[in-house]
């Protein structure tokens, strides 16, 4: 096996630590340069040891990986690490920053794996600044220090969040970012709490507000639902977004899936002939649902709302819904009713490979984009069972409300802000962006220095189809080599441009794991 003997790795949290992890176990490679602009190597930004408890990793236990070879990575760790899970429940959800630990763990035993090895490994602890491609090497730069690697990989993770625009109020307060934020701590116990965005983070959000900490509990009745038991806390939280989609539920059981209509191979087939419209894959999915004893309901699911009228029947179809999806999900066995969900997962890499060859046409994959991801991501990136619930209880007890026709967020006449929506104006005096919405345009301002150094020397394009420029940006996706550039890569979230857009520990471990193939394959 040849391939390049210097590596440069750029960003090491969950994605960084991942390669640094497979390559050390499986390459002839010499040296590793790691670069983590915060110091710390191997939790990366959402599993920070310190981080709030009440985040929940959105993936069950027992998918959580490295490598896809071995999806059970985390749960066997966790077997020799009780005390991070005295009751562990290969199927449960638990707090980000276990992963985190795991991920330090990983990282401090790869470290002595590569000694054992003799691979040389450098760590610095600085945000790399610069990045120029050196005939066969890339250069890159630093505040205090240059190298040269033969290869580098963006392995940085997190694109730049984006804020929400508004006019400052005078009498209300906004949290932009609920990550590592100690701006919830003063919130009142009496405080009604408006988050803007119907994310997973927007439910971290909820579960951050009636933790234990502040007072209140969840106590399962006799029919195992639970509800709420307030104490001290008298908050309430109202979840305000443009579409007012929950997310479904992650299955306790999964369904056991076969799929013959959509493949990667079928769609590729049906790609020869014409290019793929929206409609066309909706059918293969029909067809597959069928042939797994399920009928979609495909009108209900994309305009779950379309019958209500006013603000007071969007909510209470909200937690229908929301009743609905838990039902399906918690069965003892396998449940029809979540087939999209279960669906989602078990044609995960078909899905990411059918975007990544281009088989929907441009014009489909333009209104995907802008019409039918947020309704795809509610399966792809479903919530945890026990958010749900809590959702639930609180939504029956009078306090969670869902507002949907989100369209804008002014300063209103009394100084709090006025949250338009389909059915009128939400006054809000505290205000949470939860809307997960992470920068992916390379021209934008606020792209870190090192993606500004290599746009601007025409190694890194944004990703267009069709002429039309879009987000992420423009790379070689059966090698993940960044267009225009020789041993530039990228496994980020710029992927998710000309890629799926999901949140999943084993896509992008099978994305490292696929960049190294293809870089260790490729003629010296």
Same mark, same amino acid.
């Given at each position: 096996?040849?391939?390049?003997?210097?590596?440069?790795?750029?960003?090491?949290?969950?994605?960084?630590?991942?390669?640094?992890?497979?390559?050390?176990?499986?390459?002839?490679?010499?040296?590793?340069?790691?670069?983590?602009?915060?110091?710390?190597?191997?939790?990366?930004?959402?599993?920070?040891?310190?981080?709030?408890?009440?985040?929940?990793?959105?993936?069950?236990?027992?998918?959580?990986?490295?490598?896809?070879?071995?999806?059970?990575?985390?749960?066997?760790?966790?077997?020799?690490?009780?005390?991070?899970?005295?009751?562990?429940?290969?199927?449960?959800?638990?707090?980000?920053?276990?992963?985190?630990?795991?991920?330090?763990?990983?990282?401090?035993?790869?470290?002595?794996?590569?000694?054992?090895?003799?691979?040389?490994?450098?760590?610095?602890?600085?945000?790399?600044?610069?990045?120029?491609?050196?005939?066969?090497?890339?250069?890159?730069?630093?505040?205090?220090?240059?190298?040269?690697?033969?290869?580098?990989?963006?392995?940085?993770?997190?694109?730049?969040?984006?804020?929400?625009?508004?006019?400052?109020?005078?009498?209300?307060?906004?949290?932009?970012?609920?990550?590592?934020?100690?701006?919830?701590?003063?919130?009142?116990?009496?405080?009604?709490?408006?988050?803007?965005?119907?994310?997973?983070?927007?439910?971290?959000?909820?579960?951050?507000?009636?933790?234990?900490?502040?007072?209140?509990?969840?106590?399962?009745?006799?029919?195992?639902?639970?509800?709420?038991?307030?104490?001290?806390?008298?908050?309430?939280?109202?979840?305000?977004?443009?579409?007012?989609?929950?997310?479904?539920?992650?299955?306790?059981?999964?369904?056991?899936?076969? /799929?013959?209509?959509?493949?990667?191979?079928?769609?590729?087939?049906?790609?020869?002939?014409?290019?793929?419209?929206?409609?066309?894959?909706?059918?293969?999915?029909?067809?597959?649902?069928?042939?797994?004893?399920?009928?979609?309901?495909?009108?209900?699911?994309?305009?779950?709302?379309?019958?209500?009228?006013? !603000?007071?029947?969007?909510?209470?179809?909200?937690?229908?819904?929301?009743?609905?999806?838990?039902?399906?999900?918690?069965?003892?066995?396998?449940?029809?009713?979540?087939?999209?969900?279960?669906?989602?997962?078990?044609?995960?890499?078909?899905?990411?490979?059918?975007?990544?060859?281009?088989?929907?046409?441009?014009?489909?994959?333009?209104?995907?984009?802008?019409?039918?991801?947020?309704?795809?991501?509610?399966?792809?990136?479903?919530?945890?069972?026990?958010?749900?619930?809590?959702?639930?209880?609180?939504?029956?007890?009078?306090?969670?409300?869902?507002?949907?026709?989100?369209?804008?967020?002014?300063?209103?006449? !009394?100084?709090?802000?006025?949250?338009?929506?389909?059915?009128?104006?939400?006054?809000?005096?505290?205000?949470?962006?939860?809307?997960?919405?992470?920068? /992916?345009?390379?021209?934008?301002?606020?792209?870190?220095?090192?993606?500004?150094?290599?746009?601007?020397?025409?190694?890194?394009?944004?990703?267009?189809?069709?002429?039309?420029?879009?987000?992420?940006?423009?790379?070689?996706?059966?090698?993940?080599?960044?267009?225009?550039?020789?041993?530039?890569?990228?496994?980020?979230?710029?992927?998710?441009?000309?890629?799926?857009?999901?949140?999943?520990?084993?896509?992008?471990?099978?994305?490292?794991?696929?960049?190294?193939?293809?870089?260790?394959?490729?003629?010296?």
């Amino acid at each position: 096996m040849h391939g390049p003997r210097h590596i440069a790795l750029i960003g090491c949290g969950f994605t960084g630590t991942s390669a640094f992890y497979q390559l050390v176990e499986n390459y002839p490679v010499k040296e590793i340069s790691i670069f983590e602009a915060s110091g710390v190597f191997g939790p990366g930004f959402p599993y920070q040891e310190d981080e709030c408890p009440d985040y929940l990793i959105n993936n069950t236990t027992d998918t959580m990986c490295l490598a896809p070879s071995n999806r059970r990575a985390f749960l066997n760790w966790l077997e020799r690490h009780r005390e991070y899970a005295p009751d562990l429940d290969a199927q449960g959800h638990l707090p980000r920053s276990v992963y985190g630990a795991f991920l330090k763990d990983v990282f401090a035993s790869t470290l002595t794996l590569a000694a054992v090895k003799g691979v040389a490994v450098r760590l610095v602890g600085h945000e790399a600044t610069v990045m120029r491609e050196d005939g066969d090497g890339v250069h890159i730069g630093w505040e205090g220090g240059d190298i040269t690697a033969d290869m580098a990989i963006l392995t940085t993770g997190r694109c730049p969040d984006v804020g929400v625009e508004m006019d400052k109020a005078p009498r209300a307060r906004v949290i932009q970012n609920h990550i590592m934020s100690d701006a919830f701590d003063d919130i009142a116990l009496d405080a009604t709490v408006h988050v803007l965005g119907a994310s997973l983070s927007a439910y971290d959000v909820v579960n951050r507000l009636f933790s234990p900490q502040s007072g209140c509990r969840f106590e399962a009745s006799d029919n195992g639902a639970l509800k709420f038991m307030p104490g001290a806390n008298n908050r309430s939280v109202v979840l305000c977004s443009r579409s007012g989609r929950l997310k479904a539920v992650t299955s306790r059981a999964p369904m056991a899936i076969t /799929r013959k209509h959509f493949t990667i191979d079928a769609l590729r087939q049906a790609a020869q002939e014409k290019p793929l419209t929206l409609d066309d894959v909706a059918q293969m999915i029909s067809r597959d649902a069928k042939d797994n004893g399920v009928e979609l309901d495909w009108p209900a699911m994309v305009e779950p709302y379309a019958a209500c009228r006013s !603000g007071e029947e969007v909510n209470t179809r909200a937690g229908i819904l929301l009743e609905a999806a838990i039902l399906a999900a918690t069965a003892p066995k396998s449940s029809a009713g979540n087939f999209l969900v279960d669906f989602a997962q078990h044609a995960l890499m078909d899905i990411w490979d059918a975007f990544a060859e281009n088989l929907l046409s441009a014009e489909a994959e333009k209104l995907y984009r802008a019409k039918v991801e947020t309704a795809a991501l509610c399966y792809a990136a479903a919530c945890p069972a026990s958010t749900a619930q809590k959702l639930l209880a609180l939504h029956r007890a009078g306090r969670l409300r869902v507002v949907r026709g989100v369209s804008d967020v002014r300063v209103g006449e !009394g100084g709090d802000f006025a949250i338009h929506h389909a059915h009128g104006v939400e006054p809000a005096s505290i205000l949470v962006n939860a809307t997960g919405g992470v920068d /992916r345009k390379l021209a934008s301002n606020g792209q870190p220095a090192l993606i500004k150094s290599l746009v601007a020397t025409g190694l890194l394009a944004p990703y267009a189809r069709a002429g039309a420029i879009a987000h992420g940006a423009a790379v070689d996706m059966k090698t993940f080599r960044a267009i225009g550039a020789k041993n530039i890569y990228l496994a980020n979230m710029l992927l998710w441009g000309p890629g799926f857009f999901t949140s999943s520990a084993y896509l992008m471990a099978s994305v490292v794991e696929r960049l190294l193939k293809a870089a260790f394959e490729k003629p010296s």
